[in-house]
């Protein structure tokens, strides 16, 4: 399927969640006024809270529970044809907390995000928080990429950076951390839907700024 979403309509997002869904309420609120809708919610909990965010703004839901499938091929072939009765121009990954199949990140390559709670490429995978303060780091953040193969590996979009205190555990880590991901993940989103971002060539594109590069500098 072809991307145009700046082009000829409004860019329909199709947002994954599988837990509470306050970066999917962060998106509902910036959507509000404009430049992207929100066509779908969809979760692999049916009882996730974000399904209630999402209907309560009068967006349509969906869940598809992983546990009656035999293999990850079978959940994510079913979870595309869903997700392709919204016609995305984008898919948004917000707190979905299941690994991909090459096929189903292939099938959306391109137009494929994933916000992560690190600053990225340190710590992928789960228990950023707490990993971060093992290795003694002294900002932590998080980061959104568009998503490829690689766990938690494809280009980076944008980070955001906060100072690791001597009194953070992990839990005020990781409220803080989220904090900025309700601001950060909006704004790519909006890059996104204006145009202004792409993937090329295995990087991320932004037309009038400088993205950062695969390391970070604490920025
Ligand atoms: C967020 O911190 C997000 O970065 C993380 O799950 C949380 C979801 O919170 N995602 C991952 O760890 C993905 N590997 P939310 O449901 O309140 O948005």
Redesign the pocket.
């Known amino acids: 399927m072809s991307l145009q979403p700046h082009s000829t309509r409004t860019c329909a997002v199709v947002v994954l969640?599988?837990?509470?869904?306050?970066?999917?309420q962060a998106l509902i609120d910036d959507a509000a006024s404009g430049g992207y809708r929100i066509a779908a919610v969809i979760s692999n909990k049916p009882d996730a809270l974000?399904l209630q965010r999402a209907q309560q703004a009068g967006i349509a839901t969906a869940s598809l529970s992983h546990l009656g499938f035999d293999s990850r091929e079978a959940f994510d072939g079913e979870l595309a044809q869903i997700i392709d009765n919204y016609e995305p121009d984008l898919l948004v990954?917000?707190?979905?907390?299941r690994i991909l199949t090459a096929g189903f990140v292939n099938r959306y390559a391109g137009r494929l995000l994933?916000?992560?709670?690190s600053l990225l490429p340190d710590f992928p995978g789960?228990n950023?928080h707490q990993r971060a303060l093992d290795a003694g780091v002294s900002r932590h953040g998080?980061s959104v990429h568009f998503v490829t193969e690689e766990l938690?590996g494809g280009p980076v979009i944008a980070r955001q950076s906060i100072a690791v205190n001597g009194e953070d555990d992990a839990a005020s880590l990781?409220a803080r951390?989220?904090v900025e991901?309700h601001r950060l993940y909006p704004r790519v989103v909006r890059w996104f839907a204006t145009g202004c971002l792409r993937l090329e060539e295995g990087r991320a594109v932004h037309s009038e700024l400088d993205l950062p590069t695969t390391t970070h500098s604490d920025e």
Do not use: K, R, W
Request: proline share 4%.
């Open positions: 969640i599988s837990g509470s869904g306050s970066n999917l974000g990954l917000a707190g979905f907390m994933n916000i992560h709670p789960i950023t998080a938690d990781a951390v989220l991901e």
